[in-house]
């Protein structure tokens, strides 16, 4: 059986760009030979420099939420700013997750490995595992680790919140 006739297809070609005259002897703004215009030129823009753009509020919200929790050490206000991060729209999925999920795993775990080098003898107070003393000691760490987890979720949100 012989091969099937093959089918041409298009190529679509890019019209080319208009060039724009410019001055004798200007030299041309590297970010309009890329395409890109450069900040504080586009239209309505009065030639200053470019203001930086407002972040998504529902997202500077929670991260102003977790920041006052950390720094007020309020419960509530982690835990809003938290629910507020998972019910971000303007958040990927994995952006939440790591908000949300990975950010405050990651701080638990530092302190578990706290408590453990305590337990150990490596570094710190020695702490003896088991009773009394134990639970003074994760008595006296959980706070910062949760305050540790809170700002750095409000960090990461803020830095999300800016690129999108």
């Known amino acids: ?3 099937a006739p093959r ?3 298009r190529t679509r070609t890019r019209r080319p760009r208009p060039r724009v005259r410019e001055a004798p002897g200007a030299r041309p703004d590297p ?5 890109r215009a450069r900040p504080g030129t586009g239209p309505g823009s009065r030639g200053g420099p470019a203001r930086p753009r407002l972040a998504n509020p529902f997202v500077l919200l929670a991260a102003l939420l977790l920041l006052g929790g950390a720094v007020f050490g309020s419960l509530l206000a982690l835990a809003a700013g938290w629910l507020l991060a998972y019910a971000s729209r303007r958040l990927t999925p994995a952006e939440v997750k790591g908000a949300v999920l990975v950010i405050p795993g990651l701080a638990a775990g530092a302190g578990t490995l706290w408590l453990w080098g305590r337990v150990q003898g490596r570094w710190g107070d020695p702490v003896t595992p088991g009773g009394e003393a134990m639970g003074a000691a994760v008595a006296e760490t959980w ?3 949760l305050r540790g987890a809170a700002v750095a979720s409000a960090l ?3 830095w999300r919140s800016r690129r999108h």
């Open 156 to 158: 990461f949100l803020l």
């Open 143 to 145: 706070p910062w680790v």
């Open 31 to 35: 970010a309009s030979a890329q395409g």
């Open 7 to 9: 089918r041409r297809t």
């Open 1 to 3: 059986m012989p091969p």
